[in-house]
């Protein structure tokens, strides 16, 4: 099993940085795809970022220029680097793993609060 374990989230104010951290510690061999989902309240879950083992990174358009997604594979840890922060990225951020078909492992999720 993998257990994805996310730190990182809190309240910021518009325009501003937050960082994203992800690790899957209890996994012993290298996970295909990690990467970050988002839901907004009354809104589906959506997709922010995904990076393979590989380095294939793919963004949302909303968040294109403005997060960085990046991972060391060696740690099984990927982080998501939040610049320009809107309130509309005001959200539960969950980070996902899995292989090459798509995400399956979940984490609990980290409330990012975007706000004056």
């Known amino acids: 099993q993998v257990q994805l374990v996310e730190s990182g989230g809190g309240l910021v104010q518009p325009g501003g940085p937050l960082r994203l951290s992800c690790a899957a510690p209890?996994?012993?061999?290298?996970?295909?795809?990690m990467g970050w989902y988002r839901q907004a309240p009354g809104k589906q879950r959506e997709l922010v970022a995904t990076?393979?083992?590989?380095?294939?990174?793919n963004y949302a358009d909303s968040v294109k220029g403005r997060f960085t997604i990046s991972r060391d594979n060696a740690k099984n840890t990927v982080y998501l680097q939040m610049n320009s922060l809107t309130p509309p990225d005001t959200a539960v951020y969950y980070c996902?793993?899995?292989?090459?078909?798509?995400?399956?492992?979940w984490g609990q999720g980290t409330q990012v609060t975007v706000s004056s």
């Open positions: 990076i393979t083992s590989g380095g294939s990174i």
């Open positions: 209890g996994s012993s061999f290298r996970i295909h795809v």
């Open positions: 996902a793993a899995g292989p090459p078909s798509g995400v399956n492992y």
